[in-house]
């Protein structure tokens, strides 16, 4: 059983354009929300994470907006870049002593064309 | 830096084979992960070491062991691969437990059970 779901699985947007995924769990212990991208042939890399305790962060031309009650987050892309053409995955971990296991989402394959 | 350090990056197994995908990390983590990766199903954990000298089940561990061999070092074996276990498997690290904390990932063994 999926515990944190993703859509859409696949997204294609023009530059400039706003991309947006979203997420959405089930465990309300998840207390860590991450957003990895990964490219082709390589591993998934942090992208940008928050907390529950606040409901937005914001770095650079990506946020996370995040809704406690709702139990579910998205990852806007503002100014979509050719560039950001990867494949995006939210996360979610509890705090633990036995260390940050992530549980992932499906996956959205995003295309920005030019 | 390099890392974390994943060999081989590509392999490709028979019907009951074993082989043992080697994972390295140079930035001196406490924990470290085996995920593997199909299509639409985001990474799932396969086993986790919070700490040398540990080791745990994560979501989908049957067929697979792993070693902590030391500090650095994690290894993941298939004693007997099954088409099934056709994935690509990623290791990761983390700094250090008990918080969640940036996941730093390999690039990814590509392995096919014929």
């Not at chain 2, 088409?83 to 392995?111: D, I």
Request: overall charge positive.
């Amino acid at each position: 059983q999926q515990q944190v779901k993703q859509s859409p699985q696949s997204l294609i947007v023009q530059k400039g354009g706003i991309s947006i995924i979203n997420c959405a769990y089930e465990n309300t212990a998840f207390d860590y929300f991450p957003w990895y991208q990964q490219f082709p042939g390589k591993g998934p890399a942090l992208l940008i994470a928050i907390r529950p305790d606040v409901s937005e962060k914001k770095e650079g031309r990506f946020t996370i907006s995040f809704n406690k009650s709702a139990k579910q987050f998205s990852l806007h892309i503002m100014d979509s870049q050719p560039g950001d053409s990867a494949t995006y995955f939210c996360a979610a971990s509890t705090q633990e002593t036995s260390g940050s296991r992530l549980t992932f989402g499906e996956g959205t394959q995003l295309t920005v064309n030019p | 830096n390099a890392g974390v350090t994943q060999t081989p990056k590509f392999q490709v197994l028979k019907t009951g084979q074993s082989m043992t995908l080697q994972c390295a990390q140079d930035m001196n983590h406490n924990s470290m992960y085996w995920y593997r990766q199909d299509p639409g199903m985001g990474l799932r954990l396969i086993y986790y070491s919070a700490s040398e000298g540990t080791t745990d089940k994560g979501e989908v561990p049957n067929g697979y062991n792993v070693s902590r061999l030391n500090k650095r070092e994690f290894s993941l074996r298939l004693e007997s691969a099954a088409p099934s276990q056709t994935s690509v498997y990623f290791c990761a690290s983390t700094p250090r437990t008990g918080t969640n904390t940036e996941a730093f990932f390999g690039q990814g063994t590509r392995l096919t059970v014929v």
